[in-house]
């Protein structure tokens, strides 16, 4: 197997309070591979899986990365599939909605794994005051 890592020095750090969770959502865009010649997000996993790869990706304080596996012989297409989603990104609409609620249940969850009801309100209430623009999440 071939292991893959892409690393950019951009994570949470470099966020204004516009921008929270921004980079956690563009992770989960890119993580897609989507491009002109890939615009299709779910067949992009088909192919992935299909070529016994496997891809994951995270955003840390100061850096972002994206981790994909594959068979020796498919990494002529994986880095195909790479290359064009970081010269011609393309963002696939039908899941656009999928990622951004991703992207709030993982930010709740965390929360809640602090265990702190106080720090459960705080954040939840901060996600509606910052969050809205990226995420696209509305009181109600």
Not at 16 to 34: G, Y
Not at 46 to 64: H, P, R
Request: net charge positive; glycine share 6%.
């Amino acid at each position: 197997h071939v292991y893959i890592m892409i690393s950019h020095r951009v994570g949470e750090i470099h966020q204004n309070k516009k921008e929270l969770e921004c980079a956690h959502f563009l992770e989960h865009m890119l993580a897609e591979f989507t491009s002109k010649k890939y615009p299709d997000s779910i067949k992009n996993r088909n192919i992935i899986g299909d070529m016994g790869g496997n891809f994951n990706a995270q955003v840390t304080e100061n850096q972002t990365r994206y981790y994909i596996t594959t068979r020796k012989e498919f990494f002529p297409k994986i880095m195909d599939m790479i290359q064009n989603a970081y010269t011609h990104f393309y963002i696939d609409k039908n899941i656009l909605d999928q990622e951004r609620n991703s992207v709030k249940e993982e930010l709740i969850k965390t929360q809640m794994k602090l265990g702190s009801l106080v720090q459960y309100l705080w954040y939840s209430n901060q996600l509606f005051n910052i969050l809205g623009g990226c995420v696209g999440l509305k009181k109600g």
